[in-house]
């Protein structure tokens, strides 16, 4: 059984850090692609980040480009979301996705989430 577990959300006040993990079972993880979408309340779900299988290719939202990091230990079967300087309107639900695709990005699993608030 396939899943995607999200850990690493929390409550952060603006300029902080953060760092998400995504943990994957029931598949070859390595031959993977991953990504990074949020949520926000009355919002649609928003591209943040993609990594290709090998970790070697990423491709990032506007918005977090510059600030947030995506990568991956295939050792470990865990995907990471490196966040910096995190602003108010990051606050969100994180989901990460694992696809056979890298771009355009195949969303074959999700996670169920991880709650991120940043204080102004």
């Known amino acids: 059984q396939v899943q995607l577990v999200e850990s690493g959300g929390g409550l952060v006040q603006a300029g902080g850090s953060l760092r998400l993990a995504c943990t994957a079972s029931?598949?070859?993880?390595?031959?993977?692609?991953m990504g990074w979408f949020r949520q926000a309340p009355a919002k649609e779900r928003e591209f943040v980040a993609a990594l290709s299988s090998n970790g070697g290719n990423t491709y990032y939202g506007d918005s977090v480009e510059g600030r947030f990091t995506i990568s991956k230990d295939n050792a470990k079967n865990t995907g990471y979301l490196q966040m910096n300087r995190l602003k108010p309107e990051d606050t969100a639900v994180y989901y990460c996705?694992?696809?056979?695709?890298?771009?355009?990005?195949?969303?074959?699993?999700w996670g169920q989430g991880t709650q991120v608030t940043v204080s102004s």
């Open positions: 029931g598949y070859t993880f390595s031959n993977y692609a």
């Open positions: 996705t694992a696809g056979r695709n890298f771009l355009p990005l195949e969303k074959n699993y």
